[in-house]
């Protein structure tokens, strides 16, 4: 497990927020911050959560911080790894006053009745999503899990673990491809722990700002952790064979400084991915068929069977596969029923266009029926 007193020594020697460089403090941290200085509390970065408290890295060191002053009813706000807070340092054990506001926040919907938000990590820059190949390639879960970074605001980065599983330079090119299509906009990269491939090129890419490593349990992120930290942070336990799936190794969130720059946030791994308003990070998910939508006929095309259709004819042609379409469709779905359950007034629309719906329907089978003959 992460020793935070050990990982803070070295960016605490200063005894002043530019100690805090290393977690990713800058000029906006400082601008956001400056309103509590004058209240006598200290800038830290949340590098765990656990149980109510969260240990803290301030410019003196780690301290572990009581979380119950900021405890707030909407889930949203409740502290998270990543978060910037103003602390107050006094006491034993200390306190976080407050959160700083985020900048991006990983979310995703819980399996509650009430359809609440539950943030994952804050303040992540990258959305590294990491896909095992030790099983076959999921599509679907490739474009779920864009979405949710997309729509957090980190740049997504597919990382292909497990690389040297594959042999055949063919294969694993066409899997990178496959890939690249249900993640436009995000780069793919193979990825091999036991080799090393890959590793460098990773590196360089995380050296700055911090990143947030996501995927089910089994695509190997403990195990790229680890080597990305170039120790042993988190215990790595082996997969079924039948489905090439694991149990969780992470069970916290922490926040790990990286030897070439930059901190990444491990996750435990994902079972499962609600998302969670996540319009606008589908959108970006689904690029090309949002930019073929706007060729479309009519601005309220549904892409089924409309004269005109951009998308439709992009299938024919097979520039667009049926199933990005298909996939698109069921997370559009997926967020409408979700808002539905939170907003009563959208669930009062959605009634009346169903309603609209069936009588359309009626309508027109109606017509294709024909007038009833008088007997």
Known sequence: MFNTSTESSDSSDSGSPHALTAYGWDGGWADAFAPYAAQGLVPGR???????????VTPS????????????????????????????????????RTLLPRRTALVRSTSSKRSDGQVLAANADH???????????????????????????AQPLLVLTKADLVSD???????????????????????????????????ALLASGTSVLLGQSGAGKSTLTNALVGRAVQDVHAIRDSDGKGRHTTTTRDLLPLPTGGVLIDTPGLRGVGLWDAEGGVAQAFAEIEELAERCRFPDCAHRAEPGCAVLAAIEDGSLPERRLESYRKLL?????????????????????WKQRQALGRHMMERKRGPMRKP
């Not at 949340?46 to 803290?56: M, Q």
């Not at 889930?75 to 200390?94: H, K, N, Q, S």
């Not at 999503?129 to 970074?149: H, M």
């Not at 669930?347 to 009346?352: G, L």
């Open 61 to 96: 060191g780690t301290v572990r911080a009581d979380t119950e002053l900021v405890t707030p009813r909407d889930p949203m706000r409740i502290v998270c790894t990543g978060d910037w807070a103003a602390v107050d340092a006094e006491g034993d054990p200390a306190y976080v």
């Open 333 to 353: 779905r997926e967020n409408e029923r979700l808002a539905a359950r939170t907003d009563a007034r959208l669930r009062a629309e959605m009634r009346r266009d």
């Open 127 to 153: 959305a590294v999503i990491a896909v095992s190949l030790a099983a076959e390639l999921d599509l679907g879960r490739v474009e779920r899990f864009t979405a949710l970074a997309w729509e957090s605001g």
């Open 169 to 203: 330079p063919a294969a694993l090119a066409h899997l990178v491809s496959d890939t690249g299509t249900a993640a436009p906009g995000a780069r793919v990269l193979p990825v091999s722990s036991a080799t090393g491939e890959g590793l460098d090129e990773l590196r």
């Open 46 to 56: 949340v590098v765990r959560v656990d149980r109510g408290l969260c240990d803290v």
